[in-house]
């Protein structure tokens, strides 16, 4: 129908609606002139009338709609509406207790009323279950199969997993909503309203968001790894859309905002799967740097967690002030680092301990100068000069 068509038919249907509105209070002034088992009898007369004019006004309100969706005036369309509420907002007003019970107990056994109402929200509880249940049916699913896809971090496949979950449930819940005969086309435009706004409120939530899109496209860390984040170093845990949560050694468990994630310096240590472990130890000036030596390279070269390719390096590194340094640098699996690290430090100490090698204390040498200086009273005075 076109929009000229809407408009009179909606002025027909006021003339309806007014008609029965006329019946309703003329049965509505029946009751206050009546006493005892008349005035039940109206009663109930006013309230079959008021449910039949309900669907009138149910028909009525369709083609208003209809008329506003083909581009009717809003002034008019406006009062058409307010008739309808203005209409219902008095009636109530007026009427008394007992016909407000007597209607609302009416409505609540009829069966375009509160069993229609009952059904509907059976259906939606009964919907939502099952939505949930086909949700996580298919986030198994689409767990299993981007599983299987190669190069996907963990952390993008759980993002992912949980998009494909939403949109299942999004898109169903919109099915179950049509099929009520709910318009959803509001929410549509309610959405595009709210997230322009939401831009704007949530300008360092966007930013943790666009930065953890990054992170699991990136890709410079995965759950379980250990990284080192702008001074919090530990094990990954949980990266979510805004936030990454990572575990200390200590068993401290830290939320890091992705934007100070990706905006700082990423060291992940577990990336690679050996790692070489950097050891000092210090003779005397007075040891013998080739028996040091040799002491350290069969030390390491013992160790059963020391990787013999690529090689152990051990070389005499610094002259310093208290000691002779020997760099020591073995490879190791990056899970055994910690292991080779202590095992050596203690094992090095004990084999130059058993080859009467030393490990010198700071010291430092004091050279003393004796002067004899005349000051007529045949003073003498030591002058001590630190070297």
């Known amino acids: 129908m076109t929009k000229e068509e809407l408009a009179a038919l909606t002025a027909e249907w006021l ?28 009663r109930a007369r006013l309230t079959e009338l008021v449910h039949s004019r309900k669907a009138l006004f149910d028909k009525y309100s369709k083609v208003i709609a209809a008329w506003e969706k083909k581009g009717g005036d809003p002034e008019e369309i406006a009062d058409y509406r307010a008739y309808r509420s203005a209409i219902i907002i008095e009636e109530t007003r007026t009427a008394d207790y007992q016909t407000l019970l007597a209607q609302a107990l009416s409505w609540l056994t009829n069966r375009d009323g509160g069993i229609q109402l009952g059904i509907d929200v059976t259906v939606i509880i009964a919907s939502l279950l099952g939505l949930l249940f086909f949700g996580r049916v298919v986030r198994r699913f689409a767990r299993r199969w981007i599983g299987h896809v190669p190069n996907l971090s963990k952390l993008l496949q759980a993002f992912l997993v ?23 086309s509001p929410v549509f435009a309610l959405i595009g309203g709210a997230s322009f706004i939401l831009a704007f409120a949530f300008q360092d939530t966007l ?29 990954v845990r949980a990266v979510s859309i805004v936030a990454t949560t990572v575990v200390t050694p200590d068993n401290q468990i830290i939320v890091i905002p992705n934007k100070n994630v990706w905006g700082n310096v990423i060291t992940n240590v577990t990336a690679s799967d050996t790692r070489r472990v950097d050891l000092v130890f210090g003779i005397s000036y007075e040891d013998s740097i080739p028996e040091a030596q040799r002491v350290i390279e069969n030390t390491v070269k013992a160790h059963p967690l020391v990787m013999d390719d690529p090689a152990p ?15 020591c640098r ?14 050596l430090t203690q094992q ?4 130059f301990d058993a080859a009467g090698i030393s490990i010198p204390y700071p010291q430092r040498d004091i050279h003393l100068r004796s002067t ?16």
Do not use: C
Request: glycine content about 10%.
């Open 15 to 42: 003339k309806i609606v007014k008609t029965k509105t006329e019946e309703v209070m003329a049965a509505q002034i029946a009751i206050d002139k009546t006493e005892g088992t008349v005035e039940d009898a109206a």
């Open 207 to 235: 930013g943790n968001l666009a930065s953890g899109l990054m992170i699991m496209v990136n890709r410079p860390f995965d759950e379980g790894d250990y990284v080192d984040v702008g001074g919090v170093a530990g094990t």
């Open 372 to 387: 004899t200086v005349g000051d007529g009273q045949g003073e003498t005075r030591q002058a001590l000069r630190e070297i």
């Open 348 to 351: 090095v100490k004990q084999a």
């Open 330 to 343: 073995p490879w190791a699996k990056t899970s055994d680092y910690w292991s080779v690290y202590w095992d």
């Open 313 to 327: 390096v051990v070389r005499v590194h610094e002259l310093a002030e208290s000691s002779v340094n020997f760099i």
């Open 162 to 184: 949980t998009v494909v979950y939403w949109i299942v449930l999004a898109i169903g819940l919109m099915v179950v909503l049509s099929a009520l005969g709910i318009d959803i």
